[in-house]
Nanobody, 124 residues
Framework: QVHLVESGGGLVQAGGSLRLSCTAS????????MGWFRQAPGKEREFVAR????????YYADSVKGRFTISRDNGANTVYLQMNSLKPEDTAVYYC?????????????????WGQGTQVTVSS
């Protein structure tokens, strides 16, 4: 099991920005497809963004396109989520997730390991 630790969550006003980080243990990070998911009150876990092993390919949920940017630094075993123009509806616990084998997927059930989550709260 790969251990993931998210950080960077917090409280921000609408229109503001946050940058989430997710750092992985081990030496397999460059082989792991990575993604961000979130779970808001009363909602199921939903896909936010994913990034290929090399970082060349990214994909976003329609709800965050143009506002969020996923990136990775394989040398640092870290994936990031830059969140701009935040809205109250972005409020959720954000989870970093990874796959042992690379595949461009956007569903939570196809990811193998998860972080503990970090709370993002956006106020009006």
């Amino acid at each position: 099991q790969v251990h993931l630790v998210e950080s960077g969550g917090g409280l921000v006003q609408a229109g503001g920005s946050l940058r989430l980080s997710c750092t992985a243990s081990g030496r397999t990070f460059s082989s792991n497809e990575m993604g961000w998911f979130r779970q808001a009150p009363g909602k199921e876990r939903e896909f936010v963004a994913r990034i290929s092993t090399s970082g060349l390919t990214t994909y976003y949920a329609d709800s965050v396109k143009g506002r969020f940017t996923i990136s990775r630094d394989n040398g640092a075993n870290t994936v990031y989520l830059q969140m701009n123009s935040l809205k109250p509806e972005d409020t959720a616990v954000y989870y970093c997730a990874g796959r042992y084998t690379a595949r461009a997927v956007s569903v939570a059930t196809q990811y193998d390991f998860w972080g503990q989550g970090t709370q993002v709260t956006v106020s009006s």
